[in-house]
């Protein structure tokens, strides 16, 4: 079993950055692809495989977002640039290994000026 903590949003301007961070704990973080999502629309945001070698995005956060990884620290990162009002939402992370799947609690990203 896998447990997910989600870090890392906050209030941000229009064209500001955040960094969201998921911990995981209790499995072998390395054998779990990864993704982000927004919670509200269940949208599909970023992917990443088990060592970082691929990764996919959607459309509309291409070219601004950047998932990564770090499996020694057990930890999924979202670099987010160029926030616009429509990237607010609450992110979640998951954690998937085919049949066995976990998510967290999510972190709530607001983009207001």
């Known amino acids: 079993q896998v447990q997910l903590v989600e870090s890392g949003g906050g209030l941000a301007q229009p064209g500001g950055s955040l960094r969201l961070s998921c911990v995981a704990s209790?499995?072998?973080?390395?054998?779990?692809?990864m993704r982000w999502y927004r919670r509200q629309s269940r949208l599909f945001v970023a992917y990443i495989n088990t060592d970082g070698t691929s990764t996919h995005y959607a459309d509309s956060v291409k070219g601004r977002f950047t998932i990564s990884r770090d499996n020694a620290k057990n930890t999924v990162y979202l670099q987010m640039n160029s926030l616009q009002p429509e990237d607010t939402a609450m992110y979640y992370c998951?954690?998937?290994?085919?049949?066995?799947?976990?998510w967290g609690q999510g972190t709530q990203v607001t983009v207001s000026s």
């Open positions: 998951e954690a998937d290994r085919g049949s066995m799947n976990y």
């Open positions: 209790g499995s072998t973080f390395s054998s779990y692809d």
